[in-house]
């Protein structure tokens, strides 16, 4: 079975901060992937990255960097000068190789203040 | 290119009712998924299917909840007889392949009263 944990429920930062949102994925699969989704007040689940098991470099794109660190199981995701738009619950997911369903942490409630 | 739609955006049932949901994927998606949010809880699986096939149902509560997917285009989750403790956020997501990135849906936020 696979387990994500989200160990920030909420977390408070003023506009042009960075901030770092942690989420740790147990499975035993030896290959699997990971992602992170924005929920904002509107309701849907964006897509925002993705990571793979056995990708070597871990990268940034715009504002949004990921740390992967297989040793630990966490997938750490940065938001760099954050902004009020940047406001949102942000989830945690993870998949195995051989299914296609989806283990999701329970959300970190992200509020950048202006 | 038109994304993951779903109808109806709300739905508010009597205990006992029942209710249909639809999902619509995105174009060429064989990879359909159904999800659900409960009371502020994670987003949990429900079922999978790949074109008009059950891959995986294992997340599925009980058998009062049915899912079809005919001709392997739109999706719809039934829920017959509703309860209380079905009222939540159900998502459907697609995707290209089982390994690929899903695209969610906005949801339906049902409540059973």
């Known amino acids: 079975a696979q387990k994500v944990t989200q160990a920030q429920t909420e977390i408070s930062v003023v506009e042009k901060e960075d901030v770092t949102l942690d989420c740790v994925y147990e499975t035993r699969d030896t290959t699997y992937y990971l992602f992170w989704y924005k929920q904002p007040p509107s309701g849907e689940l964006v897509f925002l990255i993705r990571r793979n098991s056995f990708d070597e470099q871990n990268e940034i794109s715009g504002r949004y960097s990921w740390n992967f660190q297989k040793s630990t199981s966490s997938f750490n995701f940065t938001i760099t000068a954050s902004q009020v738009v940047d406001s949102a619950v942000y989830f945690c997911?993870?998949?195995?190789?051989?299914?296609?369903?989806?283990?999701f942490g329970q959300g970190t409630i992200l509020t950048v203040h202006p | 290119e038109a994304g993951v739609t779903q109808f109806p955006s709300h739905s508010v049932i009597e205990k006992g009712q029942t209710v249909t949901l639809r999902c619509d994927p995105i174009?060429?998606?064989?990879?359909l998924y159904w999800y659900r949010r409960v009371m502020g809880k994670e987003i949990k699986f429900l079922l999978h299917f790949v074109k008009e096939s059950k891959q995986d149902e294992s997340g599925m509560p009980n058998n009062r909840f049915l899912a079809e997917r005919t001709g392997g285009t739109y999706s719809t989750l039934k829920v017959q007889p509703a309860e209380l403790e079905d009222s939540g956020v159900y998502f459907c997501?697609?995707?290209?392949?089982?390994?690929?990135?899903?695209?969610f849906g906005p949801g339906t936020r049902l409540t059973v009263l």
């Open positions: 997911a993870g998949g195995g190789t051989s299914y296609g369903k989806l283990t």
């Open positions: 174009s060429g998606h064989d990879n």
């Open positions: 997501a697609s995707s290209q392949g089982i390994r690929g990135e899903q695209f």
